[in-house]
């Protein structure tokens, strides 16, 4: 009778989930070193820090996920024992605004916040596009006063220059939803007005969408607008009516709007003019004599530009641009968006601007689905992950983080020796550690020592300890040879090694690091 086989183990995939990554030593490095300059700068501007927790009801995320056409399906959500159902934040706004609701009779108002930390969305991932990343927030909540959105973007501002995105390479763009919405009146899209109101003549509207309501309508109209910078004036037109052909030959659907509502959206589009007092004017023109709201919202972009004209930000910096939308679905006023102007090379070697790495506005109405009372608040998130991006692309972040010095082991029976030099280094506030590997062979310490980018490297043989002297070996001269050595001999012999006194071994470390570092 054949023997049995034995049953194969099934070993799990040692692979991350699909679309999450994981991050080491010097990416984590550098967004926390980024985090700390935007921390710093969000500090001076009187902002306190607040944690939410990473999970919240779905209930309180509600449906106002980013770019989702179903939000329920944007998040990673399961349901409890109690069958209530929770869900990872898909940002970190929706959180402040349970958080404020909460504790509302003991925050002060106006309530000045900010947060760090990843967010999860369960949207398909691409190619530098994940599942989870790192957002930066700043929120006032409980003032409608136009100052603080004017102060969001002077902040905004200030942090791309704090973490090294220099003026001339940035551009914030401000635009208002209420101009929008006073748009959309002029086109007979009142947000107020369903197609079987007599009001509205079916005329307006082609007949592939004649049963569709107004409110999907204008939402299809926002999301076209939003591809103004993708599409062109021309692509945009041809959405707006009956459709195009995309870049692989897919024939898109229109909105099927008439050719006079189309040349509304576009005189709106393209209002941006030389400078922000005559881009207000010309929206003025657009929407003042047919609707109170859009004459509102370019009384606050007014306001704005005003406010931080007097601060010193001008159009180099902030500029009022009718066509930002932001995904205007929770938005109630002001929207603003801060774009790379400098150009990068794309997978296909192609010339094309960095984008968006921050964005924001005015959500009045946020707050109010806990309390049922209006509270006005405005916002902006900055994507940390693409932000960093940007600054390897611009050569502007060094991306190897050096590691401890290294205290090699000659001696293995001698570990107390090893572990007082590295104590002292530790407490004088030198990273350090001492090498807990094999010690047999000395070429593999130095290999070790070599990937971990270590600046210094310490070696006490029997000899060393006997003369009350210590060799220690800049790194950063001999990394290049790191590899070829195998034996102490030929270390001590490099140029970069030298013997000192063990009672200097703190001050003459520290020497060599800041060598190093120059």
């Known amino acids: 009778m054949a023997k049995d086989k034995k049953k194969k183990i099934q ?16 990416e984590v490095v550098e967004r926390n070193d980024m985090l700390r300059e935007i921390t710093a700068v969000y500090h001076r501007y009187g902002f ?71 967010v999860w969305r369960n949207e398909k991932p691409g190619p530098g596009r994940y599942r989870q990343f790192y957002q930066c927030d700043a929120d006032t909540v409980g003032t409608a006063s136009m100052a603080a959105d004017a102060e969001i973007c002077a902040m905004l501002s200030d942090t791309l220059e704090a973490v090294g995105i220099p003026r001339g390479d940035y551009i914030i763009r401000v635009n208002n939803r209420k101009v929008l919405d006073g748009v959309l009146e002029l086109m007979g899209l009142s947000e107020q007005v369903e197609l079987e109101d007599p009001a509205v003549s079916k005329e307006q509207i082609e007949e592939n969408v004649t049963k569709m309501n107004v409110t999907s309508i204008r939402e299809n109209v926002m999301r076209t607008i939003d591809k103004f910078d993708k599409v062109g004036e021309n692509g945009v037109r041809q959405l707006l009516g009956k459709g195009r052909l995309d870049s692989s030959g897919a024939y898109i659907d229109g909105v099927g709007l008439s050719d006079d ?21 010309l929206l003025r023109d657009l929407v003042v004599a047919n609707s109170t709201v859009g004459l509102e919202g370019v009384d606050e972009l007014e306001q704005i530009s005003a406010l931080l004209q007097a601060q010193g930000y001008g159009p180099d910096r902030i500029v009022i641009d009718p066509s930002v939308v932001r995904g205007l679905g929770y938005y109630t006023g002001p ?4 774009e790379l102007t400098f150009e990068i090379l794309d997978e296909k070697g192609r010339k094309r601007q960095f984008g968006s790495v921050a964005g ?15 509270v006005p608040a405005t916002g902006v998130s900055i994507g940390v992950d693409r932000l960093l991006a940007a600054l390897r692309e611009k050569g502007r972040i060094n991306s190897t983080a050096k590691g401890p010095v290294v205290v090699t082991v000659m001696d293995r029976d001698r570990m107390s020796d090893y572990q007082a ?12 550690e001492v ?11 130095l290999k070790y020592a070599d990937k971990r980018e270590s600046p210094v490297a310490v070696i006490e043989g029997g000899d060393e300890k ?22 102490s001999e030929e270390w001590k012999a490099q140029p970069a090694q030298k013997e000192i006194a063990r009672a200097d071994l703190v001050a003459e470390v520290k020497a060599m690091i800041a060598r190093a570092a120059e």
């Open 421 to 432: 030099m590295v104590a002292e280094l530790r407490n004088a506030g030198i990273r350090a």
């Open 335 to 338: 929207v603003y968006e801060a």
């Open 11 to 26: 070993r799990p995939k040692a692979l991350p989930p699909k679309g999450f990554r994981d991050y080491f030593g010097a």
């Open 48 to 118: 306190d820090p607040l944690e939410s927790s990473a999970v919240e009801t779905v209930e309180a995320l509600g449906k106002f996920l980013p770019d989702v056409d179903r939000p329920n399906e944007g998040v990673f959500a399961w349901q409890d024992e109690d069958d209530s159902w929770m869900a990872l934040r898909y940002d970190l706004t929706a959180p402040l605004a349970r958080v404020y609701a909460q504790n509302r009779n003991d925050l002060p108002s106006p309530y000045r916040r900010f947060a760090m930390g990843p």
């Open 466 to 487: 006997d003369r009350g002297v210590v060799q220690i070996k800049d790194l950063a001269l001999g990394a290049r040879l790191a590899a070829e050595i195998e034996t």
């Open 261 to 281: 509502q189309t040349s509304i959206v576009l005189s709106f589009l393209n209002a941006q003019q030389a400078t922000n007092g005559e881009t207000i004017a």
């Open 435 to 445: 090498y807990l590997g094999n010690p047999k062979n000395f070429g593999n310490q």
């Open 360 to 374: 924001g506005g005015r959500y009045d109405d946020l707050v109010k689905r806990f309390t049922g009372q209006e």
